[in-house]
């Protein structure tokens, strides 16, 4: 059981909470006792893609982090809320509603690379403080500005009448890592003249993974009895599909396998994945001919 997991994570579920989930599983099934963990926060009022990593795939986490994303969410223009989103409370009215015509024409300012301030509701640390605890306490919360990257951003629902005012809007986003999607419909709505909050965010993509692969936690729960979890279990190489694999001989192996450096490489330079006769070796890393281990696998 080293491998991944995609559950389609309902609304009000946290990736916590996910995580627990799938241990319950686990143990449902009469699997033994595996380290598990999610490759991406998804807030409770999100739904959709979470990748959970399970045994050895649990090494990869971190690298799921840094992967892009995909999400579809909807704007409701004309109030601001103090989270960002339906569940908060309301701090800022509008009765400007912006037109298809005029949100066409701002998208393009929020594609590409564009500085954002985090929501005050995060769980960016402040002092050693989750944002959100200082905030729920009635503190301040200033967060810095962060560099994020939007590869590309589509109407997908709304606006057909391009001269009409729009009460909502559902766009979809392509995102780098630390990308806030909350902060990306406020300032969305900013700059349309208005305010506006998320009412649904759903995360279609995740790194390699998509909601094609996702199960549902119904079917979690369904597929633990039946003790048949391993046919949804996606390969741990699964998660590094966006590299190259690099075949090993049994002696190349035995030498990752004790940390050391492998020279004379014919292979190109960055990441790879380290493999002997199918079975994963490590997540390695090419240069100039040498071969460093980055995460190696007990398999």
Not at 44 to 54: E, S
Request: hydrophobic share 40%; proline share 5%.
């Amino acid at each position: 059981m080293h491998g991944w997991l995609i559950l389609d994570k309902p609304l009000g579920l946290g990736s916590t909470q996910g995580v627990s989930a799938v241990k319950r599983a686990l143990r449902t099934g009469g699997y033994g006792k595996f380290k598990v963990g999610h490759g991406g926060t998804l807030d409770p009022l999100a739904t959709g893609v979470l990748p959970i990593a399970i045994g050895e795939a649990t090494k990869l986490a971190g690298r799921m982090l840094d992967s892009d994303k995909v999400y579809d969410f909807t704007i409701r223009f004309g109030e601001q809320t103090h989270t960002l989103d339906r569940e908060g409370m309301v701090i800022a009215r509008s009765d400007v509603r912006p037109t298809r015509e005029a949100l066409d024409a701002l998208l393009p300012r929020f594609t590409g690379p564009i500085a954002q301030v985090p929501p005050a509701y995060s769980a960016l640390k402040v002092d050693g403080q989750r944002a959100y605890d200082l905030a729920r306490a009635g503190e301040e919360v200033v967060l810095a500005t962060r560099d994020v990257t939007v590869h590309d951003l589509t109407v997908c629902h709304g606006g057909e009448r391009r001269d009409a005012p729009l009460e909502d809007v559902t766009l979809t986003a392509h995102v780098s890592k630390g990308t806030y999607i909350r902060s990306l419909a406020r300032d969305i709505a900013l700059g349309l003249g208005t305010v506006g909050h998320v009412t649904l965010l759903r995360r279609t993509r995740a790194g390699p993974f998509d909601l094609t692969q996702a199960i549902t936690l119904d079917k979690l729960d369904e597929i633990a009895k039946a003790r048949s979890l391993e046919h949804s279990l996606l390969p741990l190489g699964a998660g590094l599909d966006d590299i190259p694999a690099l075949t090993l001989d049994p002696d190349q192996a035995g030498a990752l396998r004790q940390g050391r450096v492998l020279a004379g490489i014919a292979a190109d330079d960055g990441s790879c994945f380290a493999m002997l006769d199918g079975t994963p070796v490590a997540l390695v890393e090419v240069e100039s001919g040498f071969v460093r281990v980055v995460r190696g696998f007990n398999l």
